[in-house]
Nanobody
Framework: QVQLVESGGGLVQPGGSLTLSCAAS????????MGWYRQPPGKQRDMVAR???????DYANSVKGRFTVSRDNFADTVHLQITNLKPEDTAVYYC????????????????WGQGTQVTVSS
């Protein structure tokens, strides 16, 4: 069974910075892409940043220049550095693993973490 565990959320003042981390565990051979989605209160969950095994990264337009996604393929971890936080960044941030390869299945699967709350407020 594959599990994703996020950490690093919290309450931050506008203009502040934060780093979110996510670790995947289980009998994993590889993960095609890892990334972060967020869901503000009362809104849908949307992708904010995603990075593939070869290091190709994509960002939502609203976060370009402020968010940086990175990953460690050997440790199966992904990180999201957030700078210049704005109140509109307040949301639950979810880690996502796409195309996970395991020793016990030939089927590629996707997994979600439980989410970590980020609140931007003075």
């Amino acid at each position: 069974q594959v599990q994703l565990v996020e950490s690093g959320g919290g309450l931050v003042q506008p203009g502040g910075s934060l780093t979110l981390s996510c670790a995947a565990s289980g009998d994993i051979f590889g993960i095609y892409a890892m990334g972060w989605y967020r869901q503000p209160p009362g809104k849908q969950r949307d992708m904010v940043a995603r990075i593939t095994e070869d290091g190709s990264a994509d960002y939502a337009n609203s976060v370009k220049g402020r968010f940086t996604v990175s990953r460690d393929n050997f440790a199966d971890t992904v990180h999201l550095q957030i700078t210049n936080l704005k109140p509109e960044d307040t949301a639950v941030y979810y880690c996502h693993a796409e195309g996970v390869r395991t020793s016990y299945s030939t089927t590629l699967k996707n997994y979600w973490g439980q989410g970590t709350q980020v609140t931007v407020s003075s």
